[in-house]
């Protein structure tokens, strides 16, 4: 039974007949993307470790001389990953100071860039401009996007640098000069996280081209941008190597990017379907549809949008799933094909269900049922009561696993909106109503609102003590430079952000040893262990909490 690509049905469209209208889209969806990644950038504190770490570094490349070309974390050198946002953020504290906003302002406003960027690739893939508003509202509304893109993270810009190469490699193929920008996103994703994710990344537009259009690769325009954008990293690189020399390769290449292929890092493993349960549990209610959108994409894969989706899935999520090391944010870059793929079924289902019950169908011409894959609307209605339960635990009202939470007016809020979403939703698509997809969509928009509007968007702050009041005894109750050693059973480098000094774990013996051998200890304790420890002429600087700061008299 042969098929056709549905969005061709219908009156022949242009891709950029009306490129008003375009430009209007990507204004609208670049001011709702600046409103939900900048609203409240500066309430929680900067969490561990991604963010302590970034806020250092750049910090430190700000004060200092030489730290643009050569970074330092704690004076020491800063191996990990490349400078590019680093010298963003550094540059943002410098005409604006030093704060939770200045550190995210730079990954927030890239990521919101992102936005609009998808929208322009799926005008790109698709002749109908529904795809590219499906896609674009399905990424902007995904909460790992929204989250880790708010974040002083490196994947945001990853994310922006990425869609900007993407869009150039696709509209070179209607003019070769856009190959030249490929190649220089393809040298920002190396200068933000590395050679190996550059590579990575790379290879899915190289496997892409192979398969839809083999004549760019010969193009003096694509492998011309590759040399310009991978001259700086190469010189950066090499700046590095003249510099630290062997230290500098075993750290960055071996230790930090190609080590955790075979070896976890830092214990964060997981099974080869690990980010598969990741994209389950966190990009609701968008993964309800992401099968099908995929198997839609499969049936259409001789044409060039679902045959990017496809090799853009594959190809990524292949590589991060046969790594031995796995963390939560390297499954981000999968999300714009995760929407280009939602986003297409949506317009056929837009489509669809815009027609007569019954449409006479021409046995030659059949076309994907995709209202027929539709989840059924009890599964939004059982989310519906999800929420509602949720909307009560927040309230204090019901206890969850024997416990009950105190009053948390923001959260109860977003539960709310979400209930209400999905249970119109759910009236809706029992009614055969397409208007569900604008309801979901517009719900989850408001609900992640209300969510970053609140200081719980970082909940990984609420796994341990508060740290602004401890750096502050820290930094007020010590002399500059001073190192302050702690009982703490992890270090904590947004403590070292905010203190601005070096605080070392250390076992009840090294306290002790250090207590005796070095000249004016400073020991950062919780008042039990301090009790415990008993240490002799011990003098209390200042207390935060159940903390104490101590030195020897």
Sequence with gaps: MSKIFPFSVGKPKTRFNDSLTDKLWMLALLLAAVLIFGLNLGGPALRDWDEGIAGQVSREIWRGNLNWLYPTIDSMPYFNKPPLVHWLIGLCFANFGVSELTARLVPAMLTAASVPMLYAIGRELYPQRSIAIF????????????????????????????????????????DLRYALGAGIGFGLICLTKGVMLGLLLGA????????????????????????????????????????????????????????????????????????????????????????????????NRNFPGPKLVLVWTGVYLLAISVMNTKLPWYVLPIYPAFALAVGSYFAEV?????????????????????????????????????????????????????????????????????????????????????QFLLVLIWGTYVSL????????????????????????????????????????????????????????????????????????????????????LDLPNAEVVKTADDWVLVTRK
């Design 204 to 299: 899915i537009g190289l496997v892409f081209l192979v398969w839809d259009t083999p004549r760019l690769l010969t193009s003096g325009y694509l492998w011309g941008g590759l040399a310009i954008g991978t001259f700086p990293v190469a010189g950066w690189y090499f700046a590095q190597w003249l510099h630290y020399g062997q230290d500098f390769i075993n750290a960055n290449l071996l230790n930090q990017s190609f080590r955790r292929i075979w070896e976890p890092v830092s214990n964060h493993n997981g099974p080869p379907w690990y980010y598969l349960l990741e994209i389950l549990e966190s990009a609701w209610p968008w993964q309800l549809f992401y099968l099908q959108g995929l198997y839609f994409s499969w049936e």
């Design 350 to 434: 837009w489509e669809q269900m815009s027609l007569p019950p019954e449409p006479i169908k021409d046995e030659a011409e059949e076309r994907f049922d995709a209202i027929s894959f539709l989840p059924h609307p009890a599964i939004l209605a059982i989310l519906a009561v999800v929420a509602v339960v949720g909307c009560a635990y927040f309230s204090g009202l019901i206890p969850i696993g024997g416990q009950i939470v105190s009053h948390q007016q923001d959260l109860q809020l977003m539960m709310m909106f979400v209930a209400l979403t999905m249970t119109l939703a759910a009236v809706l698509l029992h009614n055969k109503d397409r």
């Design 135 to 174: 896609s674009a509202l399905v990424y902007l509304t995904l909460l790992p996007v929204v989250r880790h893109g708010r974040l002083a993270m490196l994947d945001g810009a990853v994310l922006c640098f990425l869609l900007a190469s993407m869009w150039c490699l696709l509209r070179s193929r209607r």
């Design 449 to 532: 609102l209300v969510f970053v509007a609140s200081d719980n968007w970082v909940w990984e702050l609420a796994e341990d003590y508060p740290v602004k009041p401890i750096a502050q005894i820290v930094r007020t109750g010590t002399p500059t430079g001073q190192q302050v050693f702690t009982s703490h059973r992890l270090p904590r480098p947004s403590l070292n952000f905010y203190s601005e000094r070096q605080v070392i774990v250390a076992d009840a013996p090294t306290l002790k040893q250090k207590w005796q051998s070095l000249p004016q200890p400073y020991f950062l304790l919780e008042k039990p262990v301090l009790k415990h």
